[in-house]
Structures are given as structure tokens and as C-alpha cells.
């Protein structure tokens, strides 16, 4: 089994051919590695760019690549031509960290060789993924690969970090560390129409309350102390990427502020929802709720 390990760092501009931003690859880096998890090779491929030769300052300073070592460059097409003769093995297994990479690889592989799907790739892993998953680190946030080498002591000293090379061999490290072959054959995806149409979805945030993706049930709320079903006080408003309502409790007067919030994805809808107690009103907050019904200031001790 061949495993390929691969890292890209690309260049944003405005192309005039999409009418739009485009990420345009100007290094590809790759590690080979066997079934033992033995690095056995390395791609390294720097691109001259032909859509903006002009590097944005974020890149220049994230990866310390200059606009100079991009003019002895090569062009994509003959660069993605090269991987693919060196991957050699057609059922190895692809590996970026985190599908961000992905993305923008199929994003030049449309725009330079008008084709839907990347060559080279039969089989995927999100390596990303599957390292969260096995350091049980959880969904809540991404894993940086720095944080990865942290947790499983490789050290990164002598590394060139944002640099498409030894990025991937970093990576290749913490896959051989973190690497179990019954979970990771469960991380592998074919690279079919299904896999392109998962990669390319693009998820929205539901913004009305009346769409049919929004669940009815989980618009109702039970008391957190109580257990009684709350009173909607409010209408629900779409503020901060979510429906927002404020609750009563009739029974205990508790008052809640609920966030539902409704993503549409590739496999159907998904709905978060939180509910917050709010805190109890102070003689001012009330005085100044009458002041507003009246349209003067109350008495104190109102």
C-alpha cells in the first residue's frame, strides 16, 4: 500500500476567464510513504503563476516565498503530470490536512485542465479528521498541524513551516504516529461522483423561520429548572447566523434567551440549539422598561 501525503500553497488573485477570486497553486509537496510508515520519497514542485504574477503580502509573509523563485517556476499542468508519475502506484491513497487543500487543487485542475475531478486521485483521507478523531480532540474547533506535532512530540525545529515540502513531511510524521489500520481504512473515501458532489456542496445557514428545512420541534423549549414547557415571548428574529426568541417559564418566571441555528448540508439539514438564562432584571432595568411604556421616568421604588 502506498500512502502520499501532500501540502499546497497557492496564491489569491482576480482572474478576469471566472469573473471572480481564484486560488492559484504555486508549490505542491508531497511524501511518500509505505505500508511499514516509512517515508520512501518526496515531490516538491514550485509553479510559476500566470493568473496574477504579483504576490499578495499575506503570502509572501506566510510562506517567505518571493516573486523571484516563482519565475524559474514550472507550468500546473506539467507539474500535476509529473505527480502523477511519481505517485505511480493509481490505488495509492491521497492525504491532505484538512480538505482545504482539496478544494483548491480541483479548483486548478478546472481552471488549467477543464476537468471535474483530480487526476491523479482514486482513493482519499482528511488526515485532519482522522488525527482529531484519534487524539479524541474533538469537533469543536480544527487542529492546526503544529498543534498536532505538539500533542505527539514532534518537534518542528528546522522546518521551513508554510512551506508545501516540509509541511507535508510534518505531516507525514504525525499520520505515521497517529496511524491504526482499522480506523484509518474507515477514513478512506473512493473519489467517485459522490465524493466530488460532498466536496463541492456548499452549506447554507438557513435564514427563514417558514423554510421547510426548519424542524417545528426544535422551535420548543422546556425549562432548565423545572422541566415545564417555556411561553415563546418573543417572535423569533435572524440575527448572528441563527433564530434567536426570548422564553418564560409561567411556572418558576424564569426567563431564557433560545438560539437555534439550522445548516443545510449534504446529508439534509442539521440544527443547534442553546438556551441561555437570562439575568434577573435590576430596580433600574425595570424602572427604565417602565420609563420606556410611559414615556417618562418612574418613581423610584417603582
Not at 3 to 23: C, P, Q
Not at 27 to 33: M, P
Not at 196 to 215: A, P
Request: charged letters at 30%; glycine letters at 6%.
Amino acid at each position: 500500500m502506498t500512502y502520499i501525503v501532500m501540502d499546497l500553497e497557492w496564491n489569491g488573485a482576480y482572474t478576469r476567464k471566472t469573473k471572480g477570486f481564484f486560488n492559484e497553486i504555486i508549490e505542491i509537496g508531497a511524501v511518500k510513504i509505505n505500508d511499514r510508515m516509512e517515508p520512501v520519497d518526496t515531490f516538491h514542485a514550485v509553479i510559476r503563476p500566470v493568473v496574477s504574477r504579483k504576490l499578495s503580502t499575506l503570502v509572501q509573509d506566510l510562506t517567505g516565498i518571493e516573486e523571484q523563485e516563482l519565475e524559474g517556476g514550472q507550468q500546473f499542468t506539467r507539474a500535476v503530470s509529473q505527480l502523477r508519475k511519481w505517485i505511480a502506484d493509481p490505488d495509492a491513497v491521497v492525504m491532505t490536512w484538512s480538505t482545504t487543500d482539496l478544494m483548491v487543487l480541483l479548483e486548478n485542475c478546472r481552471y488549467f485542465l477543464g476537468r471535474e475531478q483530480i487526476p491523479f486521485m482514486k482513493r482519499y483521507a482528511d488526515l485532519q479528521a482522522y488525527c482529531q478523531e484519534r487524539l479524541d480532540y474533538g469537533t469543536a474547533q480544527q487542529m492546526g498541524l503544529s498543534k498536532a506535532c505538539e500533542l505527539l512530540g514532534i518537534p518542528e525545529e528546522g522546518m521551513d513551516l508554510h512551506r508545501a515540502l516540509d509541511d507535508s513531511i510534518l505531516t507525514g510524521r504525525v499520520f505515521a504516529r497517529v496511524f491504526e489500520p482499522v480506523t484509518f481504512s474507515r477514513a478512506v473515501r473512493p473519489a467517485d461522483r459522490e465524493f466530488y458532489d460532498r466536496l463541492t456542496f456548499k452549506t447554507v445557514i438557513i435564514s427563514d423561520i417558514n423554510d421547510e428545512n426548519v424542524d417545528r420541534e426544535a422551535l420548543s423549549f422546556r425549562c432548565e429548572g423545572c422541566g415545564r414547557p417555556l411561553r415563546r415571548t418573543s417572535d423569533w428574529k435572524f440575527r448572528s447566523r441563527a433564530f434567536c426568541a426570548e422564553f418564560l417559564c409561567r411556572s418558576c418566571k424564569t426567563k431564557y434567551t433560545a438560539r437555534v441555528q439550522v445548516k443545510l448540508k449534504y446529508d439534509g439539514p442539521v440544527t443547534k440549539r442553546k438556551l441561555v438564562v437570562k439575568a434577573p432584571e435590576s430596580e433600574k432595568d425595570k424602572r427604565e422598561e417602565k420609563r420606556g411604556e410611559n414615556g417618562a421616568p418612574a418613581p423610584a421604588g417603582v
